[in-house]
């Protein structure tokens, strides 16, 4: 069945320092794939996305990087600020609409 | 994107009570989602809500025990009944409008089964 899990539950990284977040996936039908941001109290966060026809996909500060032979994905936070810190998933689809989560890394930012 | 809201933000129950949670979408989505998510956990899917129709249910979660509601397209209810202390959690709805993948999160309802 699809899962997607994570490497590492926790990352703590130094200001502007680059932060980068892993993830597996097992579904090798997945074709889409997002990255949301939690911070406490609050509904996940849309950050940026991919398609599998795509190995690089670039937003402001955030790139996602997608290795479809190995199934893995990671997104990468250039500059990491406080504000950064967050818990953050990564989710995949394959085949129908809904979205299958992992299981989180919680990101500390330390000043 | 789409701006949700949900009400209540949070809610204390007594066990054997129902707590009807309400979803906004400020724009029409084409499908409308409900998550339920455990306190330091991931986010489990407990069902598609469809308009007009019966929600389709995942596995582990019947219609019994959380009835759904899409009235429209912007609008949708989630009930948990009678509720035991395992219903602690927090619950959260989505929107995805049509033609996009992206799913777009309310803030979620924090409840607690006393």
């Known amino acids: 069945g699809e899962s997607v899990g994570l490497h590492l539950p926790t990352l703590s990284v130094q200001e502007g320092d680059n932060s980068i977040i892993n993830c597996a996936y097992s579904n090798s039908a997945s074709d889409y794939f997002i990255w949301y941001k ?18 690089k996909r670039q937003g402001q500060r955030v790139t996602v990087l997608l290795n ?22 990564c989710a995949e689809k394959g085949g129908s609409e809904k979205l299958v989560f992992g299981k989180g890394t919680k990101l500390t930012v330390n000043p | 994107s789409a701006v949700i809201s949900q009400k209540p933000s949070r809610d204390i129950c007594q066990r054997g009570t129902s707590l009807t949670i309400q979803c906004q979408v400020d724009s029409q989505v084409t499908m409308m989602f409900w998550y339920r998510q455990q306190p330091g956990q991931s986010l489990t899917l407990i069902a598609t809500a469809n308009q007009g129709s019966e929600a389709t249910y995942e596995s582990g979660f019947v219609i019994d025990k959380f009835p759904i509601s899409r009235p429209n397209l912007t609008f949708s209810t989630l009930t948990v009944s009678n509720m035991s202390p395992e219903d602690s959690s927090i619950y959260l709805c989505s929107g995805q409008t049509g033609g996009a993948y992206e799913q777009y999160f309310g803030p979620g309802t924090r409840l607690t089964v006393t």
């Open chain 1, 68 to 89: 479809k032979t190995v199934k893995h994905l990671s997104l990468q936070i250039a500059a990491t600020q406080p504000g950064d810190s967050a818990v953050y998933f």
């Open chain 1, 38 to 55: 939690q911070e406490s109290g609050k509904g996940p966060q849309f950050i940026i996305d991919i398609r599998s026809n795509m190995d």
